[in-house]
DNA sequence: TGTTGATTTGCAATTTTGTTTCATCGAAAG
DNA sequence: CTTTCGATGAAACAAAATTGCAAATCAACA
């Protein structure tokens, strides 16, 4: 599905998407055309999901971020999909996992203040039926933020 | 430092950084020369940090992601920050929170298999002196992955 | 081994996007 | 008022992405 030349096409752009294919072709030797039609194929098969600009959440300040272990009372499987689909539609939740364990879920959570997550967890924790407990994480320093795949890492 | 323009810039670019500077300043009601010089501005101040391709981990298959929750033994500001440094340089740690409560550290590790992990885990965690232990977390799906920051929700 | 067909490539033309220039506007300060 | 500073839009310009086409590559199969 990928050969080496993707995975050398994605280990540049996961680190900035912004360099020119010709750049790229350069690097990895091929021509830009030949990269931008590869760029194209993988978004057209999902493998790039998305595009995006990543804020500094310290440079912009009033905001918190949060990490939130959730605990379920049953573990059904409609009631998870629920659950997921809900914590999805939820702009505050930046990222959502599913898990293994005694816990269920693990969010990553950005809000303007404590006293606004204090809001947000009585509308969407506390209010949910099957939410049996959930234990909230402070976040005091982010130290690396990115969502990169180590694809040099893995054999290929 | 940073007025309306500015936030529904990152609004859009934070979700699409490929949208043209056109559309953006149509939609906000700028020239595209605007919105340029302002992106251009946020990048020198360090408010947008990087320009990155998200890569859908399930569909390449092959990896792992995990998180883990560390223990130090003392907290003094020059281990802590010595971890940091260390935990920041791992290719396979591809999010580290420094945090409060019981835990010091929480890190999100994508990794190509479980046996490689267990490999890490001794290079990393258990041979370093000042971890006390630390807690895996194995992630069973992913439901939602961003690094978003929800703009409009912070009153500006 | 040779042929066929499908796929991928590079080059060059084209189109789209990003960047710079420059004259103008508007608010704040004198 | 007038000056100054910063931001703006329009237009010119530069750079990048995209497409068309012919050639090269490669795998399957006779």
């Given at each position: ?6 995975h ?10 912004l ?25 057209e ?21 949060l ?90």
């Amino acid at each position: 599905m990928l050969d080496t030349f993707d995975h050398k096409i994605l280990e540049i752009i996961q680190k900035n998407n912004l360099t020119p294919q010709r750049d790229i072709g350069e690097r990895i030797g091929l021509s830009a055309a030949a990269v931008q039609r590869r760029i194209k194929r993988m978004r057209e098969l999902g493998i790039i999901e998305k595009d995006i600009t990543i804020v500094n959440r310290e440079k912009i300040g009033n905001n918190v971020t949060l990490l939130v272990e959730i605990f379920l009372d049953s573990e059904k499987i409609e009631q998870i999909d629920t659950l997921k689909r809900e914590f999805e539609k939820i702009p505050e939740v930046q990222q959502c996992y599913y898990v293994t364990g005694e816990s269920d879920f693990f969010l990553v959570v950005v809000v303007p203040s404590m006293a606004y997550y204090e809001q947000l967890t009585r509308k969407v924790f506390f209010s949910n039926e099957n939410i049996k407990r959930f234990r909230t994480v402070v976040v005091m320093g982010i130290t690396k933020n990115s969502l990169e795949i180590p694809f040099s890492l893995f054999v290929s």
